[in-house]
């Protein structure tokens, strides 16, 4: 299917869906996330001071049992062939300087456990919040000499799965009393719920306001990132999240910010703040 | 694309005549021949058409693939072991290559 | 919401024009005639009993790129009498063939697992072949949902 059809079938669903049809809500499937019946992970938890919801819900409640069922076996998790490829990566050496990741941060389950479960993180010299993506591409223009990922380069989404599966069953907590954190989080915050586009939603639209009811056949989660990249059954792929926000808001008929744009960025440090303390999932499989 | 990698999982040991599950996965679009790029024109079909489990040569499990089978192939199988050997597995694309991974089992 | 009831009917009057357009445009799909040439040339005519082989398929797919399908038929699997092919089929595909499965008495249970790709809510069949000849049969309608979030 090509990029226009799939747009105006998906204006056609949010129109359908929420405004034609009443929608119906139905509760997030009461289930414990356990992955290779081993490491429990928190996807229900109390929401930080000042949430608009008590508790924070990941996404993994809302989809069917067998997608729900993929995700709790890392052999049957296809995100899993990306962590491993993103495993290559981290060990291939790139740029002038003749370096790989492994070469200054070694054994990345060692090197880079909890990392993911910070970001994004504020950067002083660059005088806005990093998140893995930004961070990645610092250091290899910095420290490898080599270019820059382009944006979901499939090597950047792989890297980064990678990166984030480290943090596996780990809390997302990030740190907004550095720099300027704060007033990136207010940013994020109005941009989380301002109106756009011919549709006129806004993120709060769906994930918070209507969260739970139907949009058309699509359960709607709270919008949580935990488990970014995440492995779309629709794609067959890995989704960033700058990708996902991009498709979310192209469906309401905006125009849509670029990738890692400060809107972007204001909105992750936002959205990241709404799911604290849910474990990383990393890769996470949905619909 | 990456050169398709596969994963297996077999288990490391089980008793004579026991039945084992195999799982498999491999990395690959399968690009189906029924999609149309942005300027309408059809993109090739390529997908792993064949996949095969032999023990010690012996032919074990086989699958014939069409373009309906998703993105990333999974195929999970079961096998009778009777002794120790190695599993082989084979899948084979429609440009010719063939993408190969072996896992021994201990029969005690 | 605050969507009003002119916009939505506008909104809605216009997808369904385009939703028409999308159907002209897809490609032709299988149907029942094009699936049961596909059985006659797996059975070889024979027609299929029901029992032995089950198939599990999801009643809704939450995705139709990313369907889970197992099969399971009961079979003591031994050198005389065991299971050798399976075939599944999807109705509603731009072709009926989804995958086929060959067993030897090494495979000890005649069972499979895969993930296939529905086009839409349709019809899945599963086809057992027995080393003697006989063919059973299962069928299950699976319900291809459409989401709300196109990207």
Not at chain 3, 106 to 115: E, I, L, Y
Not at chain 3, 125 to 137: R, Y
């Amino acid at each position: 299917m090509n990029n226009a059809k799939t747009g105006l079938a998906a204006t056609l669903a949010l129109a359908v869906g929420l405004a034609a049809v009443g929608p119906a809500h139905s509760d997030p499937v009461d289930d414990t996330l356990v992955i290779d019946g081993e490491l429990e992970m928190v996807t229900r938890v109390k929401a930080p001071e000042g949430h608009p919801f008590d508790e924070v819900i990941s996404g993994w409640h809302y989809r069917t049992d067998e997608t729900r069922a993929l995700e709790a076996d890392t052999f049957q998790n296809p995100g899993m062939l990306y962590t491993q490829r993103g495993e290559e990566v981290w060990n291939t050496v790139e740029g002038e300087a003749g370096k790989s990741c492994a070469s200054c941060h070694e054994d990345a389950s060692a090197s880079m456990k909890g990392v993911g479960a910070h970001y994004p993180k504020w950067n002083a010299a660059a005088g806005k919040p990093f998140n893995l993506e930004l961070q990645i591409n610092d250091c290899r223009v910095s420290n490898m000499q080599a270019e820059p990922y382009k944006f979901d380069d499939p090597d950047q989404k792989a890297l980064v799965t990678f990166v984030k599966h480290q943090s596996l069953g780990m809390p997302m907590q990030i740190d907004l009393s550095e720099g300027e954190m704060q007033q990136w989080w207010e940013r994020g915050k109005e941009r989380y719920y301002l109106r756009m586009g011919q549709l006129n939603l806004a993120c709060a639209t769906c994930h918070e306001n209507y969260n739970g009811n139907y949009i058309r056949a699509d359960h709607l989660s709270q919008g949580n990132v935990n488990g970014f990249p995440t492995y779309r059954l629709k794609q067959a792929n890995m989704v960033s999240l700058h990708n996902r926000f991009r498709g979310c808001i192209r469906d309401t008929r905006a125009e849509q910010p670029k990738a890692f744009s400060d809107d972007l960025m204001a909105l992750e440090v936002y959205v990241t703040w709404r799911g604290t303390g849910l474990s990383i999932e990393t890769p996470a499989v949905r619909q | 694309m990456a050169t398709p990698k596969p994963r297996v999982k077999v288990p490391k040991t089980a008793s004579p005549g026991e039945v084992v599950t195999i799982k498999t996965l491999i990395s690959h679009e399968m690009e189906s021949g029924q999609r149309r790029d942005q300027d309408g024109n059809t993109i090739p079909r390529r997908i792993i058409n064949s996949f095969t489990c032999t023990f010690d040569g012996v032919p074990v499990f086989s699958c014939d693939i069409e373009p309906a089978i998703s993105a990333n192939p999974y195929f999970e199988f079961a096998a009778k072991v009777e002794k120790s050997g190695t599993f082989a597995f084979e899948w084979v694309d429609d440009d010719g290559s063939v993408y190969s991974t072996e896992a021994a089992i201990e029969v005690k | 919401m605050n969507l009003t009831r002119r916009e939505a009917l506008r909104l809605s009057a216009g997808a369904a024009i385009l939703a028409f357009a999308a159907s002209r445009a897809g490609p032709a799909l299988a149907g029942p005639a094009e699936t049961e040439k596909a059985m006659a040339e797996f059975t070889g005519g024979a027609s299929p009993a029901t029992g032995r082989i089950t198939l599990t398929a999801p009643e809704i797919a939450e995705n139709g790129n990313t369907v889970p399908v197992s099969v399971f038929v009961e079979s003591p699997m031994t050198d005389e009498d065991h299971v050798t092919e399976v075939t599944i089929l999807a109705e509603g595909n731009p072709n009926p063939g989804v995958a086929t499965f060959h067993f030897t008495p090494m495979s000890g249970d005649a069972t499979a697992t895969t993930r296939m790709r529905l086009a839409k809510t349709q019809n899945v069949i599963a086809i057992a072949k027995m080393s003697d000849g006989s063919v059973f049969m299962d069928k299950k309608e699976v319900k291809v949902t459409i989401g709300g979030c196109g990207g």
